[in-house]
């Protein structure tokens, strides 16, 4: 009975609208796990057809139940486990050079006896957004620039360890939302780009003149000239794909680019959704990415707490910005970096993360009880 009065409340407060686009791009994304996967279950590991789409369904079931975990918290309770949380995370990302589990070049996973083959990182970045938020907000009486330097000591750590990886990705992906958090914060637009020049000229630097970044110039090189590497060749056979699937695809399960591409159903999702739907059902996804986006913002709008504000924003921003980046390595207009699209792709790492990003998104933006 309390079971249910505590479920009662927690539906009677959340905004429906925005949990309902949540289970629908998470329905979608497993809907499109079935299509994209089971030819790969049944030819390369010969196994059942369904084997990647049980696996997601049981990915989502979990995702869910997160959800529902962090959406339910007080706002207290979620800002103090969360800030628990990163620490947390943030240890596993320190054991990943140490056991983590290396595929093609890479040491970014670690093997969990519930999630094998699971990113660290995927944890870090919903809970470094809370953190961040939290020293950028904080009401002591310490100089705003001060806070800046403290929440950029934050990132260099997290940076150092996934540049090891290497993850230059993710990298990038950690810099632009600090960058997002900093400039939302109110910084001087001046200072805002001196500091960005010279964190660029340093990442250029780095690429090109430190011999542990050789695979990110070879990565540029295979962007530049898709003959002088394989991932040069992904990105065309993921526009191929696109193309050859015009405006509404070639049908279920009619696709290539899965046999094609590893990874398809993770790092080229857009493609092979495209090459089997049609750009017709991409445009409706960016539609419902838009809405979701324009659900968010509006909550932002109304609040008027600075911490809330951040953490939202925050959040809003990665998810954009890691559906831009995908979006744009599957139309060849980004080099391959390996990263997935929230809600769609297949994989434990990004259905926990994007969970754990979608219950904050969904308690803070719940309706007030005073």
Known sequence: MLSDNLLYRWWKNIDKTIFLLIVLLFSLGLFFSLVSTSLIASNKLDTNNYFFFFKHLTYIFLGIAILIFFSSLSEKNLFKFSILFFFISLFLLILVPIFGTEVKGSKRWLDLFFLPRFQPIELVKPFMIIFIATILSSEKNFHIYYKYFISFIVIV??????????????TLLIFLLWLT????????????????SISLGSLTYMVFFIPKFKYIRSRIDSFLNPATGTHGAQAE?????????????KGIGEGTLKNKVSEAHTDFIISVISEEFGVVVIILLMVIFLIFIYSVFKKIYLEENEKIKLVLVGAITLIVMQALIHIGVNIKLFPTTGMTLPFLSYGGSSIVGVSILAGIILNLTKRKIH
């Open 157 to 170: 750590p997290i940076s150092f360890l996934l540049m090891t990886q290497p993850d230059i990705g993710q």
């Open 181 to 196: 958090l900093v400039f939302i914060s109110g910084i001087s637009l001046m200072v805002f780009l001196t500091f960005f």
């Open 237 to 249: 056979k993921s526009v191929d794909a696109i193309s050859s699937g015009g405006f509404f695809g």
